[in-house]
């Protein structure tokens, strides 16, 4: 089983960047596809970006396509998401989940995640 921990977040003005970072531990983070989703009150969580256990393949919503990068450090057992552009629409709790999928595609549905961090808080201020 995995452990996943996230940081990063916090607040910043709308056209600012943030970086997340979701550190694993208990077993190596290269099993793992990963991915990022995000979470407002009232409404489901939803994917954002994901990559595959190699780096090869990554995939994003569209609504952040151009200004999110999804990144992982298999060494440092580390994934990231830099966030770019920031809009007020991005804020949101983001979480970071692990799908035990060694393959070239990424997961899209947070049904096909099998693990979860507790979440980071990203504010963007208009």
């Known amino acids: 089983q995995v452990q996943l921990v996230e940081s990063g977040g916090g607040l910043v003005q709308a056209g600012g960047s943030l970086r997340l970072s979701c550190l694993a531990s208990g077993r190596t983070l290269s099993r793992y596809a990963m991915g990022w989703f995000r979470q407002t009150p009232g409404n489901e969580r939803e994917f954002v970006a994901g990559i595959n256990w190699s780096g090869t393949t990554r995939y994003y919503v569209d609504a952040v396509k151009g200004r999110f990068t999804i990144s992982r450090d298999n060494a440092k057992n580390t994934v990231y998401l830099q966030m770019n552009s920031l809009k007020p629409e991005d804020t949101a709790v983001y979480y970071c989940?692990?799908?035990?999928?060694?393959?070239?595609?990424?997961?899209?549905?947070?049904?096909?995640?099998?693990?979860w961090g507790q979440g980071t808080q990203v504010t963007v201020s208009s």
């Open positions: 989940a692990a799908d035990d999928f060694r393959g070239v595609g990424v997961a899209t549905k947070r049904n096909e995640y099998d693990y």
